[in-house]
Nanobody, 127 residues
Framework: QLQLVESGGGLVQPGGSLRLSCAAS????????VGWFRQAPGKEREAVSC????????DYADSVKGRFTISRDNAKNTVYLQMNSLKPEDTANYYC????????????????????WGQGTQVTVSA
């Protein structure tokens, strides 16, 4: 099975934290840029964060900058998204996606360029 599997979502109060995981199965994540995307009901899917294949380059949407941290552990074939100071507006289904690359210098990619998508994990921020 060649797939990405997200986990770690759930219900959290405003100001709380969650850590999402994106685990690759059936292939190594070493040669992939990985991005986190989210989609709220009635909204377009948006990019949240990305990390280069080496982990040396990261980027964040302005809406989450300073609150979210993306990281990866290639030995575990997993990418993480640490989400702190969560707000109700962060409520969405969160997806990870991987883009094949031989360059570790960049992390961003268009949704259409993704090689694999996960099934999503729901994050709900509510009191």
């Amino acid at each position: 099975q060649l797939q990405l599997v997200e986990s770690g979502g759930g219900l959290v109060q405003p100001g709380g934290s969650l850590r999402l995981s994106c685990a690759a199965s059936g292939f190594t994540l070493d040669y992939y840029r990985v991005g986190w995307f989210r989609q709220a009901p009635g909204k377009e899917r948006e990019a949240v964060s990305c990390i280069s294949s080496s982990g040396g380059t990261t980027d964040y949407a302005d809406s989450v900058k300073g609150r979210f941290t993306i990281s990866r552990d290639n030995a575990k074939n997993t990418v993480y998204l640490q989400m702190n100071s969560l707000k109700p507006e962060d409520t969405a289904n969160y997806y990870c996606a991987a883009r094949r690359t031989y360059s570790g210098s960049y992390c961003s990619f268009k949704e259409s360029e993704a090689t694999y998508w996960g099934q999503g994990t729901q994050v709900t921020v509510s009191a």
